[in-house]
């Protein structure tokens, strides 16, 4: 902080009778070198000169420093309160003495007088307290005025100069502060150097004790996204929308655009007249391949795009699970997947699906082994043979709580069962789940799940076993919990999307009903 020497041996020409509108102007030069209010200066100003006078004055006393904003004047004045009687001299007066003081005004108990003090000369120990003070309380103003100034900037590309690299991270100087890119921010194998001009993507400004700290990312996927904002001018208008975007940084990604006029071709302005739009976009991200993909509310068809150029033959979408099963040939399956994965993963990212590529001999497989299962469940909790639970699972009823709620009507128009037997195939599913729900709660009662979680209303025994296995006993501890720890969902770190597996994904749960489960155990806990 230059400035404080200087100022420091104006204040003290100041006591010694130079024109006091030097101070101001002292005032307007630090205001402006450091872009901050001058209000800030004069109080950081008024702070110093009061502990200087109370260094002089006696730290006990209460002391007001006012630095007249138009004249320069600097009135130093002592603060009395009135009081009944006086137990602390140096701050409080009795109302007899305060009127004998100031005869001017009606006084009474509770108010508060002030009497002036001598001006002080600054000397050498008093001048560098004050300079401290002023010091810390212009940083602490420049700190400020700088995350005011870069906390609009968040979610913005920033252009600076690189200049310094440490540990592997690039420091940034952004003019009036420094930003920095992360190791793991930087696009793999790219090579910044000291001196260059970068551009990086804000995604976020944090305020610290220390100061502010400004961080950027040229990996985030939001990065592209407003690179294109920069590139398209019909994304910049409005009339183009970027829906969602997916980066393996420094080798592919994905974007999904969609345009709002439909006399516009979204994927066509992106690209450019030649590639010019897109390729100067590549240029930026060091030779990164971009896909740009049409929105469409069809979602095979997106999917499809999206794995491109893999041809996909059939695609099953599970909306409640965010689960999309892809069947394709064998011959399009290392074109769906890509280099390590990297496509169907990108695809995920852009989609919000989790997706699983089978080729069609693997869900051929799957759904024998599927049928497999569910005949074999009838076989065993009914006592029927493998025809029959083949039959029952083939002609839908494929568990045995599907069959103890149907009327022996809808089975008995099954080819090769009577009433009888359909009346018999009710009665046994019944007592299967009535042997079934007593295991269960001998399982629980050792898990020491307690009643209260166990009553609540829409939970089964088999999502109580799973959480009495997570160590989810109580109500409470279930009241806890958040949807996604229930369902599955994603989170994003550092820019990529991750999988979180739920606690009762296996029930194939709604996210709403796991809303509802959640808010009426909190509905209980919390009345």
């Known amino acids: 902080m230059g400035f404080c020497p200087f100022f420091f041996r104006r204040i003290r020409m100041l ?28 109080g950081s100003m008024e702070s110093a000169i009061q502990k200087a006078a109370l260094t002089k004055f006696g730290n006990n006393n209460n002391i007001l420093v006012k630095i007249d904003r138009e004249t320069g004047n600097i009135n ?10 006086v137990e602390d001299p140096s701050r409080e007066i009795t109302l007899k003495d305060a009127s004998s003081i100031n005869n001017k005004e009606e006084l009474k108990l509770g108010d508060k007088i002030y009497e002036d003090l001598p001006q002080i000369d600054f000397g050498r120990i008093a001048a560098q307290s004050a300079k401290q003070v002023i010091n810390s309380k212009v940083r602490e103003a420049e700190k400020n005025r700088q995350y005011e100034d870069f906390i609009d900037k968040q979610g913005l590309i920033l252009s600076g100069i690189i200049k310094r690299l440490e540990y ?27 001196g260059e001009r970068v551009k990086a993507y804000c995604y976020e400004v944090k305020k610290e004790l220390k100061g502010h700290q400004i ?3 040229r990996a985030h996927p939001q990065f592209l996204a407003k690179l294109f904002f920069q590139e398209v001018p019909e994304i910049y208008e409005g009339v183009i929308e970027i829906k969602s975007v997916a980066r393996d940084p420094g080798s592919r990604a994905k974007i999904c655009v969609n345009s709002k006029d439909t006399s516009i071709d979204p994927v066509g302005a992106c690209v450019g007249m030649r590639g010019s739009r897109v390729q100067t976009i590549v240029n930026e991200l060091h030779g990164e391949k971009i896909d740009i993909i049409k929105w469409t509310e ?3 068809t997106l999917i499809s795009e999206s794995l491109s150029p893999a041809e996909i033959q059939k695609v099953l979408i599970d909306q409640t699970n965010k689960k999309i099963d892809v069947i394709l040939s064998e011959e399009n399956l290392s074109k769906a997947i890509g280099r390590r994965g990297q496509n169907v993963r990108l695809a995920s990212k852009l989609t919000n699906f989790e997706i699983d590529i089978l080729t069609d001999k693997e869900d051929s497989e799957r759904r024998q082994a599927e049928f497999k299962e569910k005949t074999e469940a009838l076989i065993k909790n009914l006592e029927v043979d493998e025809t029959l639970g083949q039959l029952l699972v083939s002609e839908g009823f494929q568990s045995i709580e599907e069959i103890s709620q149907a009327e022996p009507d809808s089975i008995s128009k099954i080819e090769a069962i009577d009433d009888d037997t359909a009346k018999e195939l009710i009665k046994r599913s019944k007592e299967s789940l ?22 609540l209303k829409g939970m089964t025994q088999g999502m109580l076993v799973i959480l009495g296995q997570k160590n989810i006993k109580k109500l409470s501890d279930f009241a ?20 979180l597996q739920g606690y009762l994904e296996e ?7 796991a809303d509802q489960l959640i808010m009426s155990a909190r509905d209980i806990v919390f009345k």
């Open 76 to 85: 130093i004045q002592k603060v009395l309160d009135i009081v009944e009687k």
């Open 298 to 300: 069809d979602l095979p």
């Open 15 to 42: 006591n010694r009778g130079l024109d006091k509108l030097e101070l101001l102007r002292i005032v307007d030069a630090v205001a402006n070198e450091k872009s901050i209010d001058k209000d800030i200066v004069i």
């Open 168 to 194: 592997g991270n690039v420091i940034v100087d952004l003019g009036k502060a420094e930003g920095v890119i992360k190791k793991d921010e930087l696009i793999p194998r790219e090579v910044l150097k000291t």
């Open 480 to 499: 806890d919990l958040s949807t996604d720890e229930l369902v599955g969902g994603f989170d994003e770190v550092k820019g990529k999307k991750i999988r």
């Open 215 to 217: 961080f950027l990312s």
């Open 507 to 513: 029930f194939s749960l709604s996210r709403e009903e």
């Open 434 to 455: 009535i042997k079934v729900k007593e295991e269960v709660s001998k399982r629980l009662k050792e898990l020491g799940v307690e009643d209260e979680l166990i009553n």
